[in-house]
């Protein structure tokens, strides 16, 4: 199993970005997947979440602002954030659950700029 998350960056305050989790070892249809974010001195945070019926949850934090999909063919899934602000900034995970273990990438890191 390998996560590889992209697509991160320095942006203003107000912008969007898409980050990409590229998936190998599994296929992204078949588990339930997330993006969760860290920030420095701060606990991780749940944003997304994906079924495998792709069903969707979101954060509180995110809600409105945020977008997860999938592209099966891709075996990617993908985080849309809009609007972002200078508390957005953080490294920003993805994860799959398979048979109880969680599986991680090494994360993109993405900071707002004021």
């Known amino acids: 199993v390998q996560l590889v998350e992209s697509g991160g960056g320095l942006v203003q305050t107000g912008g969007s970005l898409r980050l990409s989790c590229a998936a190998s070892g599994f296929a992204v249809s078949t588990y339930a997947m997330s993006w969760v974010r860290q920030a420095p001195g701060k606990e991780r945070e749940l944003l997304a979440t994906?079924?495998?019926?792709?069903?969707?949850g979101y954060g509180e934090s995110v809600k409105g602002r945020c977008t997860i999909s999938r592209d099966n063919a891709k075996n990617t899934i993908y985080l849309q954030i809009n609007s972002l602000k200078p508390e957005d900034t953080a490294v920003y995970y993805c994860?799959?659950?398979?048979?109880?273990?969680?599986?991680w990438g090494r994360g993109t890191q993405v900071t707002v700029s004021t």
């Open positions: 994860n799959v659950l398979i048979d109880g273990d969680f599986h």
């Open positions: 994906i079924l495998s019926s792709t069903r969707t």
